[in-house]
């Protein structure tokens, strides 16, 4: 759990072939334990401000900061960060207990612990009995919900979310959406949400972050 500051971020990707900035001059605040959702139309600049936080882009200027703490620079597997991307991808050669314990293995975890803490996030997501199967071998629902686990199980500092429900029809993504609801209302783990969904963020949030055009246009608490 942890309070993020962004501060002055902007980036250009060098391929862009317009003059306008994709991210300028982004100032926003995640308290401890908030939910925050940042909405905007396509190409508004949402996932490169989640790949600047997890450390994947660079910014061209700015910093990030972790309880006052400057990562701008911190390598990404010190920020303790975890992203639910908007094309979730599971390793497809590992089971999905093993899909979601990997992050622990990574840490250096005990294979007992890792079992235990992987076996709870999984009922938690209502995926008990499914821990053999393979990617192919589940529904779009079930992808996402172990691509869920796999970034809440090494209880990471700041959650991000990718547009996760875009590939869900309508009555499962009402269901995720109140899944999420109760799992952060739970751990109290700061999140950012990315969505297009007004409908969504509304339900989710603590703040609302609107943008356009790579800037913030507005900020609501709800
Ligand atoms: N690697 C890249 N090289 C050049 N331009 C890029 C690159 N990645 C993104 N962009 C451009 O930067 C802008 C912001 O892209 P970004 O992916 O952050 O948008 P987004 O808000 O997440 O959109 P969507 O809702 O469609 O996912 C877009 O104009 C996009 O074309
Ligand atoms: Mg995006």
Do not use: W
């Not at 989640?50 to 882009?57: C, Q």
């Not at 999140?191 to 609107?210: G, P, R």
């Amino acid at each position: 759990m942890a309070r993020l500051e962004i501060r002055n971020i902007s980036k250009k990707y060098e391929q862009q072939y317009t003059e306008s900035f994709s991210l300028v001059n982004i100032d926003l605040t995640v308290e401890d334990g908030e939910f925050l959702s940042i909405l905007g139309t396509s190409g508004c600049g949402k996932t490169t401000i989640l790949g600047i936080i997890t450390g994947i882009i660079k910014p061209d200027t700015g910093s990030l900061f972790v309880e006052n703490v400057d990562i701008t620079e911190m390598p990404i597997e010190k920020r303790n960060f975890a992203l639910v991307a908007q094309q979730p991808l599971l390793f497809p050669n590992m089971n999905v207990m093993d899909n979601v314990a990997f992050g622990l293995k990574m840490k250096g975890v005990s294979k007992g612990d890792r079992l235990e803490l992987a076996n709870d996030i999984l009922s938690k997501l209502g995926l008990k009995g499914l821990e053999k199967r393979f990617s192919t071998q589940l529904s779009g629902g079930e992808r996402q919900r172990v691509a869920i686990a796999r970034a809440m199980v090494t209880a990471p500092k700041v959650l991000l979310m990718d547009e996760p429900f875009n590939a869900l029809h309508e009555e499962l993504r009402v269901d995720m959406r109140e899944l999420l609801y109760k799992l952060h209302k739970e751990n109290r783990v700061t999140t950012i949400f990315v969505t297009h969904f007004k409908e969504e963020a509304n339900f989710l949030s603590d703040k609302i972050v609107i943008m356009s055009k790579g800037k913030i246009d507005e900020i609501k608490l709800l």
